[in-house]
């Protein structure tokens, strides 16, 4: 099998369980989970849980999910605190949330295909490391692995053997990343406007009183930065809406879907 093949084939894979992962945990949760695959990362310690994901139908084979801390233990109490019927077991109360994943991506990648199935199941042990792996860091850390994506032989031979098959090789323009997105459209974020900064020493913080005045690093005709969970998204120029502050965009330095789905 061609090596180019199969590696680009394992790849959009991990970018479509990515995709999957961040929509159906910002559904549970209500807060955005961004991920990026990452090539550089520290894989120190052990994991806090592990699943196996089964892949029958039109793909077969195995792959593994990994989370380490401090991501998990967040993302349990999360998920925990949103549901009805909250689990005592933090592994296990991912479960479902990784099971909704799974029938997202089972949807998104059957005009690919065919019809696939995912079977979730917790385990107790490690996983083995020796197959091909990619992690997912956290926009929050991208020098640590948030979680570890394992694929065994079996199901990267199915996905080279569907591509070469198909004569449809991976690209990074993945209509994946878009079916994911419309999964969250409806999930609310918190956005702020950033008209300057500066770094303070903590005397200066203290002896701040009524008519202080700090000065920022910003001039007044300099454009207003739009941030979403601290990344620039947009710049624009403040405006005045009904009596409230507001943005007029000017310019957007990149895709804000590339914010999601990286």
Not at 85 to 103: F, H, T, Y
Not at 115 to 129: M, N, W, Y
Request: without cysteine; negative net charge.
């Amino acid at each position: 099998m061609d090596a180019k093949v199969r590696n680009d084939q394992g790849r959009e894979f991990v970018r479509s369980v990515a995709g999957s992962l961040s929509a159906a945990l910002s559904l549970a949760t209500g807060e955005l989970w961004p991920f990026e695959v990452s090539d550089i990362y520290d894989l120190q310690g052990e994991a806090a849980a592990q699943f196996s994901i089964e892949v029958s139908k039109s793909l077969y084979g195995e792959f593994f999910i990994e989370f380490f801390d401090p991501l998990f233990t967040k993302l349990a109490d999360q998920v925990s605190r949103q549901s009805e019927k909250a689990s005592k077991n933090k592994v296990e109360s991912l479960i479902p949330v990784l099971e909704s994943s799974m029938r997202g991506l089972s949807d998104t990648l059957a005009a690919q295909y065919g019809p696939i199935q995912f079977t979730v199941k917790s385990l107790s042990g490690p996983v083995e490391r020796g197959m091909w792996m990619v992690p997912f860091s956290s926009v929050e850390d991208r020098s640590k692995a948030a979680l570890h994506l394992s694929l065994d032989d079996a199901l990267l031979d199915a996905l080279t053997a569907a591509a070469e098959t198909e004569g449809n090789p991976s690209s990074d323009s993945s209509p994946v990343q878009t079916a994911n997105l419309k999964l969250v459209m409806d999930v609310e974020l918190n956005v702020s406007l950033r008209f300057g900064q500066r770094q303070m020493p903590l005397r200066d913080v203290l002896a701040l009183a009524s008519g202080s005045v700090v000065e920022l690093d910003r001039k007044v005709d300099e454009p207003v930065e739009l941030l979403l969970d601290g990344r620039l998204v947009a710049r624009g120029e403040a405006v005045i809406v009904d009596g409230n502050y507001g943005l007029r965009v000017t310019e957007i330095p990149r895709s804000i879907q590339s914010h999601f789905f990286n």
